[in-house]
Every structure is written in C-alpha cells, then in structure tokens.
C-alpha cells in the first residue's frame, strides 16, 4: 500500500511539474509593476549672478508598468516628476530681478529595454523617448514700474538613457539601482535647461500576472 502511494504521489508531482513548464513555455510574457526615487543633478549650473552657485540639486520620481517579453526584452510605460531648484537674476530698465524657486517637469514615456539575469543579478539598459510637461518661474516687464513673476509652461520631447542592475529575491520583491541621463532637446533656453541631467534612483518592483 506504501509503495502504491508513493507511486502515485510521484506520478503526480510529475505531471505537476511538466505542466508549471509548459505553462511557463506558454506564457511568453509578463507584467511587473513599480516605482523609484532618486537625486537629480541638472547639466547647467544656475543663472547668471550666482557664480559661486554648484548646480542645483533636486529630486526625481517614476512610478511604472513594464512589459517583459521572455527573458530578455522589455517595454517600460512610466510616469515620472523631476523637481529641481532654480535661480537666476535678470535686469529689466534698471531693475534687478531675482528668482529663487523651482522648476518641474512631468513626463509620460515609453522605454526599451534588454536585460540579463546572472543567479540573482539582472544588469539592463534601455532607451526612452515622451513628453515632458514644464513649469518653470519667470519674470517679464510689464511697464517700467511694473515686473511680472509667473509660471512658465509647455510640453517637450524628452530623451533618456540608463544603464543599472536589479536584485531578483523573487519574482515579487525585485530592487534595483538605475543610473539615468536625459535631455530636453527641443526646450528653449532658460529655466527649462536645468530639467536636463543626471540622476541615480533606488527602485522597487514586483510581478503582476503572465499571458
């Protein structure tokens, strides 16, 4: 009786496991969802009339839907805020205008991606293209007693590059470390050239479902 169920039991923990490989097989791709935060440095430092000012140092963060098909590719859907300091001093008719405030930029985009897992480590690097949204301070003269501080704003085509490595404990509890350069290449000059940078973030992520 012993050894009939132990066949049995071995019987069926086989065709367990050739079915978790076929459905493996089967399921071509994934779904993982997730988020980073990180520091951000822009490329240029603050506006004429602060010289002894470094860059300004500000902050960034993506929340994220990736797309991974087999093991190697991926697509990243990602919606991210990029918030950096800003300063700068302009004269109009003999007035100096000062601004000491912040510039941000909210960007949807699209990146691709390949990535190669060694035991529980998985380097990547991937290229991105979208929009990013701006708000950036600004002065104008409306007559010569009369200096206007608004918000500029506008949408630009972003593009981006990165290079990191994720730590695999499971499929649902992923950490990675990611190293970025994007540029705004079509923004004017100004406030919005300091939403240009680098930037290195710490992220989570985790499995959602496969099909």
């Known amino acids: 009786m012993t050894k009939l169920l ?3 039991l071995l019987f069926c923990a086989t ?6 490989e076929s459905d493996s097989l089967s399921e071509k791709f994934s779904v993982d969802f997730g988020g980073s935060f ?8 603050s506006g004429k009339g602060f010289p002894d000012d470094k860059n300004q140092l500000g902050s960034n ?4 839907l990736q797309l991974n098909y087999k093991e190697h590719y991926f697509a990243k859907l990602q919606f991210g805020q990029t918030t950096v300091s800003y300063k700068s001093i302009q004269n ?3 007035f100096n205008s000062i601004i000491d405030s ?7 985009g699209i990146n691709l991606g390949y990535q190669y897992k060694i035991k529980h480590w998985q380097p990547f690097v991937m290229l991105g293209s979208g929009t990013s949204f701006i708000d950036s301070p600004k002065t104008s003269l409306i007559n010569e007693n009369t200096i206007s501080y608004t918000t500029k704003t506008g949408n630009y085509l972003y593009i ?4 990191g490595v994720n730590y695999v404990f499971n499929r649902y509890f992923i950490v990675s470390l990611e190293g970025q350069a994007s ?9 919005d050239t300091h939403l240009s940078g680098m930037s290195m973030q710490l992220g989570l992520k985790s499995y959602l479902f496969s099909f």
């Open 6 to 8: 132990t066949t049995i």
């Open 15 to 20: 065709l367990l496991m050739a079915q978790t």
């Open 38 to 45: 990180g520091v951000f440095a822009p490329f240029k430092g």
């Open 61 to 64: 963060g993506v929340t994220f």
């Open 92 to 94: 109009s008719n003999g």
């Open 102 to 108: 912040k510039a941000n930029s909210t960007t949807i």
């Open 160 to 163: 981006s590059g990165s290079v």
């Open 183 to 191: 540029t705004l290449p079509t923004a004017p000059s100004g406030s």
